[in-house]
């Protein structure tokens, strides 16, 4: 049973490529962020994975990627395909309404009718087939005008993500399995997630948006109407020789603020949200325990990231990530993180995978900026 | 009060440099071995500390080095002062009893009223001063025929060590704190470790040995009359011209025997053994949880051995042993040990720092000599 899925008219993709991914320094540089990496473990990058996941959807020709300006020749070599004025260099990082708002501004005047779907460059995804079901409940649900977002059906109950409270079907033209969302819920401690799970009325906020562009623009206008202004301000320009000019005057000033909050919260509480519940693997990689568990072939396995024939151990569980030439061994450790590269050594466990952020922050006082 | 230790006469000091010191690895290697580090932190290789401990007892010119013949070059350049004809190295790998019976032999030949004390070159020993007393008082006591070993009286209740178990004091001149050895015991568990400690009865053995060269072979002969004619054979042809045809011929069969077995222990069974209780720090450092005990300044304090401003951590116990030019980061883990070197990384725990050994040995089978 292949996959059948059928490219959606006026469906435009939207991928932001942005995020170090400190959490996994030192495997994840400012230089080689996350998306540049090979997480999944299938010979691609994340990036590229997500591209490909996402060309059957919107088509080549419909895809637009929004990154650093530093990021932009190795997103260009990641997708040869990527439409020479499909690529979006951010000059500063501004968080994502701003980084998803312009993108959108930018296609709505290359396309008034275009219905667009946000997909982080950075998250794994395990069953194609399913992922594209889900989104084409969720491009239904937009062209009847609804905010959309894809919920993750929990494999378990995790601290790790967000949750998406949605318990009433909603009756929409090709979304059956919508669902109006009441709430969304910052990432709980583990007995809440634990009720959540049961409760079978919550959902993974995977960050995944789906929506006309005139409507994620409008929504985000009622919220914050000068960062909307602005958007369309420099999207007006973009396709022009003014682009450069108008950007100039305008990206520095933009308010930084995600799009959970400028878009999903507000829309959500006004009642114009649906979920469609994604029934496919999905992670966002947010540390090591996360790749841990993504690699490791069951209980009892340690994962092994890089050249496995340099690593030695006795561990059970745990990762080790190899990156350079050396000789890993490790013994007598269960829950391990060893991550090995060139310069840089990190070694902690995975319940204190979390605090890698923390480290990193502490490198970056210490003027060690050489290694980030 | 300054060390005012004497040259003792026709006191002889025997130095056996042998052993990787695997549970080291990667840090110790077969061609760089354990007593080639400053595992001490002074700046000295232990075998140079050795030395320089025992020149005050032996004088320059009565000390004797027995070594692996591929570890010669590197002895005599950390030894300037030692005689050409005092370093004498093992073909093969023979254990103690073939190593110091030869150099007492040797000795013997040279001076037929030698009292010998045998002391590893890998031994960490903090207070010179009560060293050179507890070896001048085992000096007096081999004066008598006695075999005589130095006991460190324990700091704590360890099952790391051999222990000696002695409690009757023997009178002998010279040797006012000699007591007579019931028995020498293999390391203990925990609970039997923590028994001995409290019954005051038992001291930890550490290998050093001093008696007559006669007495020392005598012993010897009754339980390896083979082994010591060999070695008398060789000795007799040392510093002859006959040395090296006499020595290809015989030290290939040589017993593997260590002198634990070979002396000390049918020594101390027919009642011929003293201990000198020493009351000095002393440490084989024979794994990383002793370096770890050894350099950390107390509780709350993590070892660093090598260049600590490429060490980042917050654990507060274990080691960190840094000898590439790579940041080492470790992150939320007590009673670590991380030793980085520039062709293999080692992580373990304090806990587990004695299977060290076991992945040695795995290496070695997987044909991995390479890091050896």
Not at 166 to 186: M, N
Not at 191 to 201: I, L, P, R
Not at 206 to 217: D, E, H, Q, R
């Amino acid at each position: 049973m292949g996959d059948t899925q059928a490219v959606l008219p006026h469906f435009h993709a939207i991928i932001p490529a942005g995020g170090v991914g400190s959490r996994l320094w030192p495997l994840s540089r400012a230089d080689h962020p996350k998306f540049l990496h090979d997480l999944a473990g299938n010979g691609n990058t994340l990036l590229r994975n997500t591209w490909d996941r996402l060309v059957a959807l919107a088509g080549a020709d419909n895809i637009v990627v929004a990154t650093g300006v530093s990021h932009a020749p190795a997103v260009r070599s990641q997708l040869p395909d990527l439409q020479p004025d499909h690529l979006v260099s951010e000059p500063s990082p501004k968080e994502s309404a701003a980084a998803i708002g312009l993108v959108a501004a930018i296609i709505e005047r290359r396309d008034p009718e275009a219905i667009v779907g946000s997909f982080a460059a950075d998250h794994v995804i395990s069953d194609d087939e399913a992922f594209h079901r889900a989104v084409t409940e969720g491009y239904h649900a937009a062209q009847a005008d609804w905010v959309v977002t894809i919920g993750i059906r929990p494999s378990e109950a995790s601290s790790a993500f967000g949750y998406i409270h949605a318990a009433t079907p909603e009756s929409i033209e090709g979304a059956p399995s919508a669902l109006l969302v009441s709430s969304f819920v910052e990432k709980p401690d583990f007995a809440t997630a634990t009720q959540y799970v049961a409760s079978g009325d919550y959902l993974w906020n995977a960050g995944m948006f789906i929506a006309k562009a005139s409507v994620l623009l409008g929504r985000m206008a009622e919220e914050k109407p000068e960062l909307v202004a602005a958007l369309r301000e420099m999207a007006a320009s973009w396709d022009s020789p003014e682009r450069d000019r108008v950007t100039d005057r305008l990206w520095p000033e933009l308010e930084k603020i995600a799009i959970d909050y400028a878009v999903a919260e507000p829309t959500a509480a006004a009642g114009g949200m649906v979920v469609i519940p994604g029934d496919f693997g999905w992670d966002d990689v947010g540390d090591f325990a996360a790749l841990a568990r993504m690699h490791s072939k069951g209980p009892g396995d340690l994962a092994i990231l890089g050249d496995n024939t340099m690593v030695l151990s006795d561990s059970a569980t745990g990762i080790v990530v190899s990156q350079s030439s050396r000789l890993v061994t490790v013994v007598g450790l269960d829950d391990i993180v060893v991550v090995d590269t060139p310069d840089a050594l990190l070694v902690t466990s995975k319940e204190h995978a979390q605090r890698v952020r923390a480290l990193v922050d502490m490198l970056n006082q210490q003027d060690r900026g050489g290694v980030l």
